[in-house]
Nanobody
Framework: EVQLVESGGGLVQAGGSLRLSCEASGFIFDDYAIGWFRQAPGKEREGVSCISNSEGRIFYGDFVLGRFTISSDNAKNTVYLQMNSLQPEDTATYYC?????????????WGQGTQVTVSS
């Protein structure tokens, strides 16, 4: 069974940091891109970051502005999202999903999400 499980969310003050984890199972980790997305109440889902080990490519949303870093531990089948300089506008539920490529349109196997709340 394919599964993606997010963790690491929480409540943090503006300027603080969090590290999110996306643990994958049920598929060959190296063959897929893993993306982080977020959705705030009343807003559309937006892409945060993506890593594709098979392509050797990393992408970030324009709003990241150098504050977030995505990385992958293939031995643990886990993708991390280190988020620094968090701002209240980063408050959202963060999800991970997989696709064949970072530029793909077939994101699937979404995790349950992890809540990030940034207080001002």
């Amino acid at each position: 069974e394919v599964q993606l499980v997010e963790s690491g969310g929480g409540l943090v003050q503006a300027g603080g940091s969090l590290r999110l984890s996306c643990e994958a199972s049920g598929f060959i980790f190296d063959d897929y891109a893993i993306g982080w997305f977020r959705q705030a109440p009343g807003k559309e889902r937006e892409g945060v970051s993506c890593i594709s080990n098979s392509e050797g490519r990393i992408f970030y949303g324009d709003f990241v502005l150098g504050r977030f870093t995505i990385s992958s531990d293939n031995a643990k089948n886990t993708v991390y999202l280190q988020m620094n300089s968090l701002q209240p506008e980063d408050t959202a539920t963060y999800y991970c999903a997989r696709d064949d490529h970072c530029s793909g349109y077939g994101w699937r196997d979404w995790g349950q999400g992890t809540q990030v709340t940034v207080s001002s």
